[in-house]
T-cell receptor, first 117, second 113 residues
């Protein structure tokens, strides 16, 4: 159980393009989803927390107009990188957790490798 | 912000050896989580700890939630080549909201056959 699917796994596109990444919880209802960014050989950096039906909470220094998050249902959250530039190239990972029982851990998707040319 | 100090940063060991890594914090945790990340993939949950003093095993892996609630260790016994990867500790702090977790910087494990 606790499977999280992330799509696409890899994106290569030109500078100025907007890219949408989907995160789905396949076998549980995700009351909360998280979006992370990871640079090579570094830890996961939390970008934002999203709860179903409400606006995402962004971490300090993350541009909300640049990284649009939508959590329209209990099984789907999307991250859109708007007008992407080479410095946005990174590994983006989502995670999801349920609050149906207390202290449930996050379960992660397999990540999306974004490369902006 | 609050931080986790994870050590060692990297380890190079021979197949069959035991491994130990740990995380400490100046803040109290109410949950400790250990994840493993393979290259190009997302982290996979290995062990979740919920009570101070709790000792939990998952196959060759053993982890403990420190009595002070400020530390945890992960042991791997009889390492094999597929144990290679990056191991992260993580956890929500006591009285935190939103279920956010903070992650350690990771321990990169290399196992020589």
């Amino acid at each position: 159980g606790a499977v999280v699917s992330q799509h696409p796994s890899r994106v290569i596109c030109k500078s100025g393009t907007s890219v949408k990444i989907e995160c789905r919880s396949l076998d549980f209802q995700a009351t909360t989803m998280f979006w992370y960014r990871q640079f090579p050989k570094q830890s996961l950096m939390l970008m934002a927390t999203s709860n179903e039906g409400s606006k995402a909470t962004y971490e300090q220094g993350v541009e909300k107009d640049k990284f649009l998050i939508n959590h329209a249902s209990l099984t789907l959250s999307t991250l859109t990188v708007t007008s992407a530039h080479p410095e946005d190239s990174s590994f983006y990972i989502c995670s999801a957790r349920t609050e149906e029982t207390r202290n449930q851990p996050q379960h992660f998707g397999d990540g999306t490798r974004l490369s902006i040319l | 912000g609050q931080q986790l100090n994870q050590s060692p940063q990297s380890m190079f060991i021979q197949e069959g050896e035991d491994v130990s890594m740990n995380c400490t914090s100046s803040s109290i945790f109410n949950t400790w989580l250990w994840y493993k990340q393979d290259p190009g993939e997302g982290p996979v949950l290995l062990i979740a700890l919920y009570k101070a003093g709790e000792l939990t095993s998952n196959g060759r892996l053993t982890a403990q939630f420190g009595i002070t609630r400020k530390d945890s260790f992960l042991n791997i016994s009889a390492s094999i080549p597929s144990d290679v990867g990056i191991y992260f500790c993580a956890g929500p702090f006591y009285n935190t909201n939103a279920g956010k977790s903070t992650f350690g910087d990771g321990t990169t494990l290399t196992v020589k056959p």
